[in-house]
Nanobody, 118 residues
Framework: EVQLVESGGGLVQPGESLRLSCAAS????????MTWARQAAGKGLERVST???????NYPDSMKGRFTISRDNDKNTLYLQINSLEVEDTAVYYC????????????RGQGTRVTVSS
């Protein structure tokens, strides 16, 4: 059974940083592309970043600069580093199995909430 468990969210002030984690199990993580997505209140699901099995990455133009996706295949864990957090980053962040064409309709964790507020 595929399981994706996100952690690391919380309440932070603008300008601070966070590292989100996603523990993966039930599939071969090392050969799988993975995606981080987010959903703000009242908005749709938005892709944040994607990492492929060869460690190459892809970011939408709107996410370039402050977000860094990475993976540790030994730990079956996906990461998302977010720097210089902005109020507009407030959302539930999800990790998903899949890449550009598949993540939206595939397995996804329960999410971790990030709230950016002063």
């Amino acid at each position: 059974e595929v399981q994706l468990v996100e952690s690391g969210g919380g309440l932070v002030q603008p300008g601070e940083s966070l590292r989100l984690s996603c523990a993966a199990s039930g599939f071969t993580f090392s050969t799988s592309g993975m995606t981080w997505a987010r959903q703000a209140a009242g908005k749709g699901l938005e892709r944040v970043s994607t990492i492929y099995k060869d460690y190459s990455t892809n970011y939408p133009d709107s996410m370039k600069g402050r977000f860094t996706i990475s993976r540790d295949n030994d730990k079956n864990t996906l990461y998302l580093q977010i720097n210089s957090l902005e109020v507009e980053d407030t959302a539930v962040y999800y990790c998903a199995l899949g890449t550009l064409g598949t993540w939206r309709n595939g397995y996804r964790g329960q999410g971790t909430r990030v709230t950016v507020s002063s």
